[in-house]
């Protein structure tokens, strides 16, 4: 499998997201010699304006150097919103405040900005881009590895420790190279927010999801099994949320419904949002997976029999984290 490795993502260092969790992952794959690990080329930003606004993107390029010009001191600082548009306000005016811009490109106050947050973002859509690409020239399947993670990025929006929408740049680019259909399946444990959000009202990607339910983990807002699209994508999205204390059996069939509903769509490719947070051993789960059934998920995936990126978004670091990674990925590769 041809791995694209995100050299640039210790940039981005927040406390709260820490990056050797890249590194252990890169270290498993090697130790069991699934393929070769390569960095991407760069894309140029037109590429990220299929996906996200250019005044978002405007932002997150400048957003550092501002802060910064406000108070050098603010160096030290990691850089976090304290106010964000809450239910009935507008979104569509930019104030002009340095504040106010903070807060309405997101969603929470957990995804804080660093000096290096630009080019570490950056960095990974290449990689998913990238990625995407590989698949065109003939890979089976490909890995972006990649940190910060995407799938809680919106068009226009950061949150969730993430910034632009890996997932879904990888989606596109499939599309603008020639595929009309395009299915993404999500498996971290958390909703994927973002991802439903930019594709709700599009029938060119079927988005299906198979999270924790929303009513007790995050994001809490969005993937209810009632959100299944808008307008024109009305049916192409599918969430699956889960209870917590769902063990493998439970998790396997959802798993098998959305099989079943990506079947249906014909996609000509997959783009797999790969968070292994399911696992029973991760801090911030509630599921009860195991190493093995992440090989199982792999394989499952590989049944399918489609061209397949895959894109690195959650995992807390665990002993297991890089086996758990390895293991779809291999489990993938042993289907073929």
């Known amino acids: ?7 640039h993502h210790a940039q981005h260092a927040p406390a709260s997201e820490p990056p050797q969790r890249i590194d252990v992952v890169a270290n498993e794959f090697t130790r069991r010699g699934l393929g070769r690990i390569v960095t991407p080329h760069g894309v140029p ?3 990220l304006e299929r996906i996200h606004t250019p005044r978002y993107l405007h ?3 400048s957003a550092w150097n501002e802060w910064l010009s406000l108070d050098p001191r603010n160096a030290e600082r990691d850089l976090v919103p304290s106010v964000w548009p809450g239910q009935g306000m507008r979104r569509d005016v930019e104030p002009d405040t340095f ?10 106050s957990t ?5 290096g947050t630009w080019t570490a973002a950056k960095t990974g859509a290449d990689c998913a881009i990238n990625a995407a690409h590989a698949l065109r020239l003939g890979e089976r399947g490909t890995f972006a590895l990649t940190r910060p993670p995407g799938h809680h990025a919106g068009a226009d929006y950061c949150g969730g420790f993430c910034f632009l929408n890996n997932a879904a740049l990888a989606a596109q680019h499939l599309l603008d190279d020639g595929l009309q259909r395009v299915a993404i399946l999500d498996i971290d444990y958390h909703h994927g927010n973002g991802t439903q959000d930019i594709f709700y009202r599009r029938k060119d990607v079927l988005v299906a999801s198979i999270h924790a339910d929303p009513r007790t983990d995050y994001p809490y807002y969005a993937g209810h099994a009632d959100e299944t699209g808008a307008g024109a994508g009305l049916g192409f999205n599918l969430n699956v949320p889960l209870p917590r204390g769902t063990a493998a059996a439970q998790w396997f069939l959802a798993l098998e419904t959305a099989c079943v509903k990506m079947a249906g769509f014909s996609p000509q490719a997959l783009v797999v949002s790969l968070g292994v947070d399911g696992f029973s051993g991760d801090p ?3 599921f009860g997976l195991a190493s093995g059934d992440f090989l199982r998920i ?7 029999g489609l061209p397949t990126v895959f894109v690195f978004e959650g995992g807390s670091v665990v002993p297991e984290l890089g086996i758990n990674v390895v293991n779809v990925l291999e489990g993938f590769e042993t289907a073929a």
């Open 45 to 47: 930003l037109t590429s």
């Open 1 to 7: 499998m041809l791995t694209f490795f995100n050299e």
């Open 99 to 108: 504040t106010g811009r903070l807060g309405l490109y997101a969603f929470d």
């Open 111 to 115: 995804t804080p900005l660093t000096a």
């Open 284 to 286: 911030r789960s509630h």
């Open 59 to 61: 932002f997150l390029r």
């Open 298 to 304: 792999g394989e499952r995936i590989g049944f399918l």
